[in-house]
């Protein structure tokens, strides 16, 4: 339940950080919010098992909410192809897997 719920609130983070650019896709500005985004819900909703929550639902939220959820407005941006997990958010899933180790 913990790992849904920080999967859930890093994903409405995510759509709201991501950002539409023209010829490149969705991107995600500020790569470190999303990571102590993760630990610190995961802290607050359960300290004793918080060490893998924040890397699954840091990874898996940014992924949702700046992916998935976004996807109508790749189509806005009237490009002829868009690349799941592209334009930062791989910088980002990284920055989360990293951070997140170090945070708990």
């Known amino acids: ?3 849904l719920a ?3 609130i890093v994903a409405v983070v995510s759509y ?7 010829d490149k896709g969705i991107a995600l500005f500020s790569p470190f919010t999303l990571p102590v985004t993760a630990a610190a819900v995961a802290l607050l909703l359960d300290p004793e098992r918080a060490a893998p929550t ?7 939220g ?3 909410g700046a992916d998935l959820m976004t996807l109508g ?3 806005r941006l009237r490009m002829p ?8 958010t791989f ?4 920055t989360i897997a990293v951070l997140d180790v170090l945070l708990t």
């Open 81 to 88: 192809i868009a690349a799941i997990g592209g334009v930062g």
């Open 54 to 60: 924040p890397y699954i639902g840091g990874t898996f």
């Open 16 to 22: 709201l950080l991501s950002r539409p650019v023209p």
């Open 6 to 8: 920080t999967i859930a």
């Open 73 to 75: 407005r790749i189509k």
């Open 91 to 94: 910088d980002v899933v990284f």
């Open 1 to 3: 339940m913990l790992v």
């Open 62 to 64: 940014a992924l949702i």
